[in-house]
């Protein structure tokens, strides 16, 4: 089996998206990489269903130099994280979609009108961002934003690709928001954030 656990290739997948499509219902669950080795990978779960021993999956994690695809089946579950031992050759192909890192104590402002919008950003990507809001906005929505990154202020303009309530009595919103616009600069520091390992 190839081993993933080595150099930059390990590095790529670590703390990025990971989609699990349960085999035979064909179901999808994500969640983020916690670890991943030649032989098993962890992940960070938040979902509320629980696997039957054995369960198994076709995997894809979007890293952020390549994507990998391989078989898999549990081989633990807690609450918060799921182990599954990986069953086959993982094969290594161009990512379809950008790597989405998690990221933690990363808060913005969202200006939309004369409104301030507060922004927990919860993961990052070159080109995108996604967060937690109290209140809601309307999916397409270009606003303007701010973020205080560890590599200087990064100012710019985003839309809202989706905008989901959290629960059924909650006011806050997962949001989701494309970059449309920012400086050299900013872009520099925003790829540098989404690059992090």
């Known amino acids: 089996m190839s081993k993933v656990s080595t150099g930059e290739r390990s590095e790529s997948f670590i703390n990025v998206r990971v989609r699990l499509q349960r085999l035979p219902d064909a179901k999808f ?5 916690r670890q991943m080795t030649d032989t098993e ?7 509320s269903e629980w696997f039957a021993p054995g369960a198994k999956f076709f995997v894809t994690v979007n890293g952020l130099e390549s994507a990998a695809l391989f078989p898999a089946e549990l081989q633990s579950q807690s609450p918060g994280f799921i182990i599954l031992r990986i069953t086959g050759e993982p094969r290594y192909t161009k990512a379809s979609e ?3 890192r998690a990221i ?5 402002v ?5 409104a301030e919008i507060e922004i927990q950003i919860l993961d990052v990507s070159a080109k ?5 809001i109290e209140g809601a906005i309307p999916r397409g929505n270009i606003l303007d934003f701010d973020v205080d990154t560890q590599f200087g202020a ?30 050299r600069i900013e872009t520099a520091r925003w790829v540098r954030l989404s ?3």
Request: proline fraction near 0%; glycine fraction near 20%; hydrophobic fraction near 35%.
């Open 110 to 114: 969202l200006h939309v009108g004369e």
């Open 41 to 47: 990978i962890t992940i960070d779960y938040q979902g």
């Open 104 to 108: 933690v104590g990363l808060n913005g």
């Open 128 to 132: 995108g961002m996604g967060g937690m």
């Open 29 to 33: 669950f994500a969640g983020w990489v």
């Open 195 to 197: 690059d992090e390992r």
């Open 98 to 100: 950008e790597a989405r």
């Open 154 to 183: 990064v100012i710019g303009k985003a839309e809202v690709r989706y905008c989901r309530q959290e629960g059924k009595e909650s006011t806050r919103h997962r949001i989701g928001l494309q970059i449309v616009s920012m400086g």
